[in-house]
T-cell receptor, first 113, second 112 residues
Framework: GENVGLHLPTLSVQEGDNSIINCAYSNSASDYFIWYKQESGKGPQFIIDIRSNMDKRQGQRVTVLLNKTVKHLSLQIAATQPGDSAVYFCAENINQAGTALIFGKGTTLSVSS | DSGVTQTPKHLITATGQRVTLRCSPRSGDLSVYWYQQSLDQGLQFLIQYYNGEERAKGNILERFSAQQFPDLHSELNLSSLELGDSALYFC???????????FGPGTRLLVL
């Protein structure tokens, strides 16, 4: 089965709303998590990452929260814009050396104006 | 623009053929990763090279192989192609191991 998964395959929001995209992971040994954004016809674009020694990290309009107790990861996007429409993937490292990333199936975010 | 380049952007070929996909990592990055993205399997890790040597292997078929050259660019070779190999193939690079991976624009392979 998947080591990393997302709760919802699609999320529709209005422009200006805050968006929350969730991800559950099952590998308690994972210590590095990343959120990627993938627009149609493009490669995954790094958004923000977090290591397991943290529970929150903020970027520009984005915040990642990590709850190791329930193995849950979330991406919060503030004041969502039409340009945020894309597929969002969470990913985790599968081993201590931190090589391969295991990706979830993705959440498609649709922002309407 | 991530700084990772991939060629070609699109590739159409027939079953049984062999193709080579090329990736140039970001300047200074030593690690190159290959991923396959298909509709039913999502993004799957294939293989990683670090400074010319294979570092990790994922769900890579025996018909597929890769290498990293002294100038750090990498090639993914796909042989005896099957219809099911049609997918997007992404290359990513990072400075070392355990660091953030930055993805290229991908090569869309269509096997007819």
């Amino acid at each position: 089965g998947e080591n990393v998964g997302l709760h919802l395959p699609t999320l529709s929001v209005q422009e200006g709303d805050n968006s929350i995209i969730n991800c559950a992971y099952s590998n308690s040994a994972s210590d590095y998590f990343i959120w990627y954004k993938q627009e149609s016809g493009k490669g995954p674009q790094f958004i923000i990452d977090i290591r397991s020694n943290m529970d929150k990290r903020q970027g520009q309009r984005v915040t990642v929260l990590l709850n190791k107790t329930v193995k849950h990861l979330s991406l919060q996007i503030a004041a969502t814009q039409p340009g945020d429409s894309a597929v969002y993937f969470c990913a985790e490292n599968i081993n201590q050396a931190g090589t391969a990333l295991i990706f979830g199936k993705g959440t498609t975010l649709s922002v309407s104006s | 623009d991530s700084g990772v380049t991939q060629t070609p952007k699109h590739l159409i070929t027939a079953t049984g053929q062999r193709v080579t996909l090329r990736c140039s990592p970001r300047s200074g990055d030593l690690s190159v990763y290959w991923y396959q993205q298909s509709l039913d399997q999502g993004l799957q890790f294939l293989i990683q090279y670090y400074n010319g040597e294979e570092r990790a292997k994922g769900n890579i078929l025996e018909r597929f192989s890769a290498q990293q050259f002294p100038d750090l660019h990498s090639e993914l070779n796909l042989s005896s192609l099957e219809l099911g190999d049609s997918a997007l193939y992404f290359c990513a690079s990072s400075g070392g191991t355990g660091e953030t991976q930055y993805f290229g624009p991908g090569t869309r392979l269509l096997v007819l």
